[in-house]
C-alpha cells in the first residue's frame, strides 16, 4: 500500500504555543488529505478535508481558526494547533487519498501524540 | 448520512480461537466499508475493504468480513487467534468514492495464551 508519513510522533508545547503536524504522501500524489482526531479509548473523528490548493472544509464544531490545515503541494498537509491548550492534547492522525487510483482507500499516518501542559 | 455501530467495546479470545468483531452500518448511499487495525500509539492499518464487489472480503492476516446488506452487517473473522492480533479494530463506512470516513467505536481485542 501506499506510505503515509506524519511528524512529529509525539510532541509536548507549553500551553498558549502553536505546534505544527506534518502529513505527507511519500509515493503518490494526495489530492485530498483528511485530519482525524482521536482520545483515549475512543474512536477517531473527522476534523476537516483539505484538498490540494484550496481551502480546508471543516467539520461541524471544529474551530478553523484553533485548528489551522494548509495543504500547499499534492504530498504535504499541515495542521497547526493555534494557542494550544491542555484540552488540545489528544491524538491527531491524517490520512491521504488520490481519487484518481480508484481503490476508493485511505492511507493513514502513523499518527501524533500531542501534549500540552 | 453513515454511522457505524460496533458490538462489544472489548473481546476476549483464547490463542487458536475464532475471532468475531460485529458491526453494524447506517447508510443513505450505497456503502463502502472498511475494518482498520490500530496498535498502541501507531496510525492505522487497512485490513480489508467492501467496495461493492463480492461480499465476501479476505484481507491481510487471514482476516476476512462478510457484507450482508440485508442485515446492514459487516462483521469481522478469523478462524484462528495469535497474539499478535491483540489490538484495537475499527469498522468504519463512506458514502462511495469520497474517501471520507466515519468510524465505529473500535473494539480493543485481548488474545489469551
Known amino acids: 500500500g501506499a506510505v503515509v508519513s506524519q511528524h512529529p510522533s509525539r510532541v509536548i508545547c507549553k500551553s498558549g504555543t502553536s505546534v505544527k503536524i506534518e502529513c505527507r504522501s511519500l509515493?503518490?500524489?494526495?489530492?485530498?488529505m483528511f485530519w482525524y482526531r482521536q482520545f483515549p479509548k475512543q474512536s477517531l473523528m473527522l476534523m476537516a478535508t483539505?484538498?490540494?490548493?484550496?481551502?480546508?472544509?471543516?467539520e461541524q464544531g471544529v474551530e478553523k481558526d484553533k485548528f489551522l490545515i494548509n495543504h500547499a503541494s499534492l504530498t504535504l498537509s499541515t495542521l497547526t494547533v493555534t494557542s494550544a491548550h491542555p484540552e488540545d492534547s489528544s491524538f491527531y492522525i491524517c490520512?491521504?487519498?488520490?481519487?484518481?487510483?480508484?481503490?476508493?482507500?485511505?492511507?493513514f499516518g502513523q499518527g501524533t501524540r500531542l501534549t500540552v501542559v | 448520512a453513515q454511522s457505524v455501530t460496533q458490538l462489544g467495546s472489548h473481546v476476549s479470545v483464547s490463542e487458536g480461537a475464532l475471532v468475531l468483531l460485529r458491526c453494524n452500518y447506517s447508510?443513505?448511499?450505497?456503502?463502502?466499508l472498511f475494518w482498520y487495525v490500530q496498535y498502541p500509539n501507531q496510525g492505522l492499518q487497512l485490513l480489508l475493504k467492501?467496495?461493492?464487489?463480492?461480499?465476501l472480503v479476505k484481507g491481510i492476516n487471514g482476516f476476512e468480513a462478510e457484507f450482508k446488506k440485508s442485515e446492514t452487517s459487516f462483521h469481522l473473522t478469523k478462524p484462528s487467534a495469535h497474539m499478535s492480533d491483540a489490538a484495537e479494530y475499527f469498522c468504519?463506512?463512506?458514502?462511495?468514492?469520497?474517501?471520507?470516513?466515519?468510524f465505529g467505536k473500535g473494539t480493543l481485542l485481548t488474545v489469551n495464551p
Open positions: 509515493d503518490f500524489q494526495a489530492t485530498t
Open positions: 483539505s484538498n490540494e490548493g484550496s481551502k480546508a472544509t471543516y
Open positions: 467492501y467496495t461493492s464487489a463480492a461480499t
Open positions: 490520512s491521504a487519498a488520490h481519487p484518481g487510483n480508484k481503490n476508493f482507500v485511505a492511507f
Open positions: 468504519a463506512v463512506s458514502g462511495g468514492s469520497n474517501y471520507k470516513l466515519t
Open positions: 447508510s443513505s448511499v450505497p456503502p463502502y
